[in-house]
Every structure is written in structure tokens, then in C-alpha cells.
């Protein structure tokens, strides 16, 4: 028997998987016990050359592909026309191989249904982290323990302007305009920036971890736009690191789960404050297994190929070996998904009073109205202002507290008089 | 259907494991869709109380246990009678999952050809590296990948005993004390501190990484019992920790895996040498994915429960699926395993020499006769010695040499008379 592939899209990672099909056939029949044959390679522009790929598997009709075969791998991207695409290769009875995480992040559910519906398979590791394995592991070697967290560095192009506005004293801008140069960061940069990227991922995980559904419009999502050279500064001044953190994590008090995107400071003794780079790093919290990593390259051809190929391997090995699919993924508990206002964290706030006696007195009195415990205060001078004013920097962080309080907190700090400017509020996470 | 599960051995995972089937037959019905039976737990001594396990499920006789049982949990450890009780169960159409790695590592091949023959499953995650996913991921999600090397730290007692001397300025002796105080090591510590259960988890890694047969005989294995306080230090001044490896990797000019454990220097600015304490973390390169880590704690009751547990689901849902089994882990390649004498790697050396004329030169002579290239000497004088002599400190950091070339070198500089004391000879890896 022969099991025949049909790729949907030829981009890098498209070339780089239908390359590995094509150049070892001997090694992949014997980690499968069956033949891989690729029969088509679906693209948009049927002119453009896509170097390794022969002409004659190449075609535009998708649907066509699709007919007769076992393993359908979608690597188009977008939400249309894959979503019709994915649907019907499953109902046809083809296992998808997908790394397309706007998809997941908005219709896992019902991708999984029809999966479950079909009994085929559907798998999605590169989806999430490019090559690291995540997804198997937190679906399934974690399966029988709780995980109570995931935290995680999961988008490259904002951990690459992080890292170099920490590095190299760089501003936002310069270090985006770097990133375009090299490649790690798009014209349209947005959805690095923005966080949306890191939150279809944060959906992803979260759906599977806590066995809920979660989509990216759950997803509480701050990018990191807004985050400046000297915030960069102050923080590592205090032996933090600033990091875009994809977090889900589940409220068990509650009975909710939560799931954000945020730039959050991060000690420098925690492992993923290393994470340099266009690397990502996952941090997985549970029960009994306690806390482990996963560590690796989060995106380019290579590395996404690697989880594709890893997906394909597996779901061939399940058809040479018969049986009903894979265990669905489908939802066991419907878990409220919390709203912002509900979860808790540490805060850093960096802010100019007026230098004057009883203004520290009037700052924490507003925290303590909120029941916003303060951990630290820290009160400098500033030397020879130019407008004449006499001004002292806070910095203060708080002890655990929620949103809402902070919120409310920050509110009325920005309405006392004596407080100049609120230069920054910030999130602590991994202490 | 119920799926009846029967546990061998109830030591600190084994009493585990049984609780968390006990405790939550809900939340594992909703991961695997049937129910999970615990129906028998075996033990040697039957009088002896074991907390939270009803008394009527213990029993001493494994052969009743295992006969109607689904799934067999192996975790007496030892070779006998584990092996002949795996052999059984398989054979009587039960999937088997164990924790056993002195069993795999001397008898991978021979159990999953019955398991294989019986169209069973046997899952093995927690036999290395405890919580860590990293049996999934190399076995699975890189299987269409090539994978290159795998460089860890797999033994927690040991990682305690290096990091106490790194960090406390201990002696060997006061840091095994300890780490035997503390529970970390047996009284018998030889398994740990020779290196042997390191070796049998690189025999397992490579077996599966490069799918050829690797038993714990074919591992080179150096403990950390000759490794000094003094040692340390001389790394720590140089930027490198020295850490207990396990490597494997594939030699493809050679057409042969090498497999070996044995303290190395590792720079600090490796990711493997700030592991502290009793964690592990397995460093893996394959060719598409490039480098990835796996970080967590690597022994420990409920962190080696959460992974048996682990491989619990995923044979039950697939018991619940149907289908043949997995795919099998047979051998498809022989790779001979590599002599020492063959690998390749740089070595770090400190001896003592007469601080006279000439003394480097007829050194560095001897390294250049072997052709073994020399990256960097580092010359100190020692300053009042008591007995009156003029020596003088040298640290030699070679490139990459073979071990043979190597040996013949250190051989070499015993026999010239210039040359006093070989403090240590360590090979760097990480750089």
C-alpha cells in the first residue's frame, strides 16, 4: 500500500516538506512500514518555479488534490479558503497534517469534530512553536496529569526587538526596522507586534490543556507597541527582562481559565529571560509532573518542516496500522473563560510625582485604598530638570493583585495631583 | 467497556500512580472515553501498608494480576523478574507501560519485537528523565526528521553533587553526604555516581533516535567519583561547569552511533550548564528542527507518576480506537557503535612541568606528534612551593581530536620527565 500526500501551498515551509518527501523515500518507509507518495503540490501561481518540486505535480485545483488521498497537508495559511479545504478532506476520509494557527485558534472545535466525525486525524504541531514539540506533549504526555499553567515566549519577531532593545539600547522602531531588513519581521509587521500571532497560539494551548474551548477572541491581547527603550532600561536596571508572554493558566477558585497575551517583566533568574533571539521557549506547569520547558527555533522553513514532516510520519503510521482515528480533542468541560478583571498578578508602576513631604503618603494611600499590597518602593531624584519643576521617579511594586483593583488603582493615581506623568504599568510574572 | 489496569509494584510512583487512578476516575474517563479500572496491585510484601491503596486490590501474586488485564504497569524495576512479567503480559495481549530503564536498556530490542508480534503497545516515557517529555518527541514528533545529537544531563543525584561543588566549594565526599542526607542519593550510590543509570537512559535515547540496537554494554561510561574540588574551581575560573553528560550521536563519515556518559566542561553560556540541582534537561539537534531542549525534574514520585500516567492514556485511548498497535520500534538499521577511539572532541588538560626553558615547547611538541592542535595555553607559576621545586601550571585546550590521538598524547606527556603531575584530563563539549 501507498499512501499519497497532497500539499496544499508551497511557501518555504511547503518546499522544504515536499523536498524531504522527495529526496528519502527509504527512510521514511521505514519509520512508517509503508510508501509516501506525493501526488500533488497546490499553489496559487502555477508559473512561479518552486526549486526541488517537479512541474508535474504542481496544479491550482485543491480539490482535485484532495480526491483520493490518505493525507491532506495544508500549509496556505489564512482562514479561506483552508477552512473549507481542511473540511473536506476530512469528510473524505483524509488524515490533515495543518501549521495554519489562525484556523486552529478559530474553529478547533469544529475542526475536531469533524475529525472525530470522520474518524481520521487531524494534527497541528507546527502550528504552535515551530519545531518544539508542544502540542503532543501537553495533549498527550501530559494527558494524565492536571496542568495548572503555560507560559511562554511563542512569537520570534517581538522576542527579536526585545532582545535588541535590551541587548543593544535600541528604540522599537530600530529594532523593527532590523528585524524587516533580516527578514524576521513582515512589511506589515501587525500581527508580530500587535500579538496576535502569540495569542492564536495562547488559544491553541489553552484548548488543550485545560480540554475547553478557547478561541483567540477569548484571548486578553497587548502587544508591545507601546514598550520603550528606557522602560527596557529601568527594568534591567532591577534585574528584570521584558518579554511578549503568551500565558493561559487555569483559576481553579473560579472554575474559569484565562487566557492573555502581555509584555510582562520577568526576573533574570528565570529560564525564560535567556530566551534570546528568534527563539521560543514554552514553560509548562502541572500537577504532578511540576515545571518543565520546552526550548527551540519557533519558526523558518527548516524547523516548521520538522514538525510537519513529524505530524505526517505519525498520522501514516496510524493508517498502516489501522484503527479509529485519534482520541478526540473535543471539549469535555466548558470552562468560562475569565475576563481580565479576574486574574491575578504582580504590577510595577514607574511614575513622576511632585517632590514635596506627603506625597509618597498620598501615592501608597491610593494603593491601599484598593487593597493593593505594595512590595517595594523605589524614589529617585531627577537631577537639573529643564523646565525648573522638582519631580522624583517612583518605581513601586505590588504584591499579588487583580486586575481590577489595579485598574481602578491606576485610575485614581492618574487623578491625584500630585502625580506628573504614569510612565509605565507593567505585569511581573515567573516570581 | 472498562479497561482493567494491573500495577506491578507499589513503591513511591507505584502508590502514586494507583492514587491518581483512585482519585479521579471522572477526569480520566473524559481523557481516554472509557473507565479505568485499577484491579490489582502487586507487591513483594503484603503486610506492609500502603497509603491510599485499598487493601483488597494488593496482592503477591503478579501472574494472577496480569492475566484479563488491559494494560500491565511495570515499575518493580531490577531485570528479574520484570522482564519475564513484561514478556508475559504482552504475550497474553495486554499493552504494557514501565518505567524500568535498566530492563529497556538491556532488552529494547527483544521487547518491542513481542510487542510488535503481539500487536500491543509498550510506552516507556518516564524510564528517562522522569516528567520530561522526551520519549514522545524524539521517538515521535522527529520522526520525519534526522536527529544528530543528544547531549543531557539524565541523572539528578549526580547534577546535585556537581552543583553543590560549583556553587558550595564542597569536596565530593560532603556533597554525596548530603545529597544521601537529603534523600537525593541511595546509600549504595554506585549506580548514580559511576555513571550507569546515565548510560542506561543514552542506550535507550540512541536506540530510539537512531533506530539501531544500543544496549547499556555498548555505552562508554566515566563516572564522577575522580572529579575534585579543585577541579571545579580551575573550570569555574574558566568560564566552563563541569557537568556529567550523556551523549549520543550519529558519526555519519563512520556509518556508527556513538553512545557515552562522562564528566565534561561545558561553557557557561550553554544552555545545560545552569541545570541546577536535581533537574534534568536533554539537549536534541536533528537536521530540520535544529536545536531543542526538554527541561524538568527528572525523578521523584509524583513527576515519574505524571509520565507513567502519561503513557496510561495514551495506550488506553488507543485501546478505545483500536488498530494494531504502534509502530513498531524495530531496528531497521545496524549502526556499529563507535570505539571511544573514534569519536571526536576537545579536550582540556592540567599538569604540572618544571618551570625551566624549553618545558611548553617539549609539551606542546607532544601534542603536535599526535597531530593534536592546540587552541589555547594558559601558563601559571606556582608561587613558594614547600618542597623547594620550580613548577610551573599549565591548562592545554585542544581542538577537536580523536580520543585515540588523545590517549596516545596524555601517554606521551607521562613519559616526559619534564612533566610532574596530570591533574586532569576533561573533554569540552557544548562549544
Partial sequence: MTLKVALLGAGTVGVEVARRILERPDELRDRIGDDLELTSVVVRDTSKERPGVPADLITADAHVAIQGADIVVELMGGI???????????????????????????????????????????????????????????????????????????????????????????????????????????????????????????????????????????????????????????????????????????????????????????????????????????????????????????????PTASAVLGDIVSVARRKVLGGRGQYERRARTILPVASLGDITTRYQTTLDVADRPGVLQAVTEVFANQEVSIELVQQSQYDDLEDGDSRAKLVIATHSATESALAQTVKNLNDLDVVRTIHSVLRIEGQ
Same sequence: chains 1, 2.
Avoid at 514539540?133 to 495548572?148: C, E, H, K, Q, Y
Wanted: proline share 4%.
Fill in 80 to 302: 479561506d479558503p483552508a477552512h473549507d479545504l481542511i473540511l473536506s478532506a476530512l469528510n473524505s476520509g483524509a488524515s490533515v497534517v495543518t501549521a495554519n494557527k489562525a484556523l486552529l485558534a478559530k474553529h478547533f472545535a469544529e475542526l475536531f469534530e469533524a475529525a472525530d466525525n470522520a474518524q481520521v486525524r487531524l494534527e497541528h504541531e507546527a502550528a504552535v512553536a515551530g519545531a518544539i514539540p508542544i502540542i503532543r506533549p501537553v495533549g498527550d504526555s501530559l494527558a494524565g496529569d492536571r496542568i495548572t499553567r503555560v507560559m511562554g515566549i511563542m512569537n520570534g519577531t517581538t522576542n527579536y526587538i526585545l532582545d535588541k532593545m535590551d541587548t543593544e539600547g535600541w528604540s522599537f522602531d530600530e529594532a523593527l526596522k532590523t528585524a524587516q531588513e533580516l527578514g524576521y519581521a513582515e512589511a506589515d509587521p501587525t500581527a508580530d507586534v500587535e500579538g496576535h500571532d502569540a495569542a492564536a497560539k495562547v488559544a491553541i494551548l489553552a484548548s488543550l490543556a485545560f480540554h475547553t474551548p478557547v478561541t483567540i477572541d477569548d484571548v486578553y491581547v497587548e502587544g508591545i507597541t507601546s514598550v520603550t527603550a528606557e522602560m527596557v532600561e529601568t527594568a534591567r536596571a532591577q534585574g528584570f527582562t521584558i518579554k511578549l508572554l503568551g500565558i493561559c493558566e487555569k483559576l481553579d477558585d473560579l472554575g474559569k481559565v484565562s487566557a492573555r497575551v502581555y509584555p510582562a517583566l520577568l526576573p533574570n533568574s528565570h529560564p525564560l529571560s535567556s530566551v534570546s533571539g528568534a527563539f521560543n521557549a514554552v514553560f509548562v506547569e502541572a500537577e504532578a509532573a511540576g515545571e518543565l520547558m520546552f526550548y527551540g527555533q519557533g519558526a523558518g522553513g527548516a
